[in-house]
Every structure is written in C-alpha cells, then in structure tokens.
C-alpha cells in the first residue's frame, strides 16, 4: 500500500512538472511572437509631431526637411545634392539613393586629396528593393534611410526605418530584422532578413583611426559622372560651380576608380575597385583590421599586402582548410574567395552588412585572382 501511495505522488509530481513546462513553452512562445511583431512592424502614427529645432537626432525624418512632395518619392530640396560613388558596397543586393546636404555658408574642401565637410553636413543614404528587379523604376520599398551627421564630437550615425504605408521613417538606435521579398533578374521570388545595423555597429565599417567616417564620400569614389537630370556632370566640380566645393582642380588631377560592374573596364581596375568599396574601409593602415597587414585599397601594389600568398595574422576558423588569403591562378585555395562565398558568422567578409553572398563580388574576384600570376 506505500509502495501505491509513493508512486502516485511520483505521477502526480510529474504530471505537474510537465504542466509547468507546458506553461513556460506557451509564455515564451507568446514572447517571442510578440518580440518578432515589434521587429517586423512600426506604428503608423505613434509619434507626435515635432518641429526642426537644430537639435539632432530627430525622430522623425521628415522633420529633416530633406525631402519635397511624397517623402518616399526622395525628391530633393533645395541644398540636397545627389551623389553616387563610382563602385557601390554590397548590401543583400539593396539598391541606394544617396544626397548630401553641406549648410547654407558652408563649404566642403580638398586638401592633400583628402574630402574634408564641415560641421553640419548631413549623408542621407536611403536602401530599397524593387518589387520586381526587372523594372527598377517601377514599385518599390524603402527599408531604412541611414544618416551619418557631422557633429562637434565628430560624426554620428542614425539609422532611420520606414513604416509599411511609406509615408515615414522612424529613428532607431537600436537596428532589427525585417523580411524583404522581391523578383531577381531572373523572375525568381526571393526572400530575405534584412538586417538594420543598430547605431553601435555603424562604427564597425565607418571607422578611420578609431573615429567614425564617411565611406563612399571621397574623392576617388566621387570624382566621375552622373546624371543630375537637367545636367550630366563631374559629381565634385558641380558641387565646386555650387560654391559647395573649395581647392577643386580638375578631373585628372586627382584619383578616380572605375565602376566595378562596367565589364568594358580592366578586370584588375575592376577588382580593384570592388577590394576598395567593399573592403578598404576595414583593411587599410587607418582601418580596424590594420593589424592583419592585408591592405585592400585600389592602389595597392605591394604583393604581400594584397594578401598574394601570405598567410593571415589571426583568422582562426576563418580560414577554412585554406593557407594562403590569394593563391594566384588559384581562386577555390584562396582564403579571400572561401571568406567572400560564406554566409556563416566568423567565417565571412565583411563581417556585418550582408546575410547573402555577393555572387557577381565572387565572381569577379576569382576571375581577378585566376588571372594573377
């Protein structure tokens, strides 16, 4: 009869303890649906109206005042410059809309080549998709407008991400993950997690002798062509004959990359062009990966440097089976494409900024690589 007794408050405490688990399951489940809503989704009105004191950031872009009509048309106002680099970072094939505003009075300036913009100025970079790759001036989604503004403490980053209805974008410092479905080139539907980076992280790629810094606005990524609408022009001369720009020259006396996408160009200028965009900001003697001595920027001529056959200071699992970052004539045993075509953290490069493999990148580099000698 013990025996009895004793076993049915064993069943009787299990049943309970499986009951308990039940209920942790169901409650962090309901947390975990509820945390993936706020990721996926903003209120469409939640935030009262603010005015443009001059005190940044604000939370609204629209208060900004950057934009003219719609705001998610991005048609510039007055004093809002387009600008385009010559070569574009890779960010899970996002397309970019890209405008600088430098304040009324103010002027950029070059010296010893460098872009050097004053306090106030403000890169407006805005990433979206397409609906269908095939129409790229058809529907599109604006995920996030990312603002880099140059402050008196230097300059600061402030990602801002769109509602649903496009209609606003809302400041926040702290990133997410939204699902992002579109057509490739192909017809293909695709789906991806489009990560958001939070403020923090922005330094990662934006960082110049341990101080936050503009990528793509330099003078070798701005010193070509665009298209303005009324005009096609050398992108720092228009900013020169707006009294926007001061010591500019002319066109040949400062460097210059090509697009990396533009097939007529050099394969070497090409990939070259490609290294210094996507990975130069990091791997530079200013960048954050200096100490691994692979310096990638588009006129680098040292072999050692260029990472030919040298072995890495410190990749760890990185690098695979693999020796060498660049076996020349040798692509499938170079470290650079086995970090390039990987997804998996620790493994690829760069190291924030993608959760796709740039196919046409690796593409590129292998055809650059296999050509070396």
């Known amino acids: 009869m013990e025996n009895i007794k004793r076993k049915n408050q064993q069943w009787v405490l299990a049943i309970s303890f499986c009951i308990l688990l039940l209920v942790l399951f169901i409650s962090c489940q309901k947390t975990e649906d509820a945390t993936i809503k706020i990721q996926s989704a903003l209120p469409e009105d939640s935030l009262k109206e603010e005015s443009a004191s001059g005190n940044y950031p604000y939370r609204r872009l629209s208060t900004y005042g950057f934009f003219q009509g719609d705001l998610n048309a991005l048609d510039p106002t007055e004093g809002v410059i387009f600008y385009k680099p010559a070569s574009s970072l890779f960010t899970d094939n996002a397309f970019k809309s890209r405008f600088v505003f430098i304040p009324e009075g103010n002027n950029a300036e070059i010296e010893a080549e460098e872009l050097n913009l004053p306090l106030g100025t403000i890169l407006i970079k805005n990433f979206y998709y397409p609906t269908d790759f095939r129409n790229p001036d058809g529907d599109r989604k604006i995920i996030e407008t990312r603002l880099m503004i140059h402050e008196e403490k230097g300059w600061q980053a402030y990602p801002y991400v769109w509602n649903e209805s496009q209609t606003e974008a809302v400041l926040r410092v702290v990133g997410g993950e939204f699902e992002v479905r579109y057509i490739d080139l192909q017809g293909e539907n695709q789906i991806i997690n489009y990560l958001v980076p939070n403020k923090n992280q922005c330094k990662s790629c934006h960082n110049k002798n341990e101080a936050m810094a503009p990528i793509g606005v330099q003078i070798k990524h701005l010193n070509n ?149």
Not at 250 to 259: D, F, R, S
Not at 286 to 295: E, K, R, V
Request: charged fraction near 25%; proline fraction near 5%; glycine fraction near 8%.
């Open 225 to 373: 062509e665009v298209d303005y609408g009324h005009i096609q022009a050398n992108q720092l001369k228009y900013w020169s004959d707006r009294r926007k720009l001061l010591g500019w020259d002319e066109a040949k006396a400062y460097p210059t990359l090509v697009n990396y996408e533009d097939q007529s160009q050099e394969l070497n200028d090409r990939a070259m062009a490609y290294l210094d965009i996507n990975c130069a900001h990091c791997h530079s003697a200013a960048g954050p990966a200096s100490t691994s001595g692979l310096f990638l920027t588009y006129d680098q001529q040292d072999p050692m440097k260029l990472g030919i056959n040298k072995t890495p200071v410190a990749a760890g699992s990185g690098a695979g089976s693999f020796t060498y970052d660049i076996v020349p004539g040798k692509p499938e045993e170079s470290i650079l494409i086995h970090r390039m075509n990987s997804t998996q953290v620790g493994v690829a490069m760069p190291e924030i900024g993608r959760t796709t493999v740039d196919k046409k990148g690796v593409e590129l580099i292998k055809a650059w690589i296999a050509e070396l000698e």
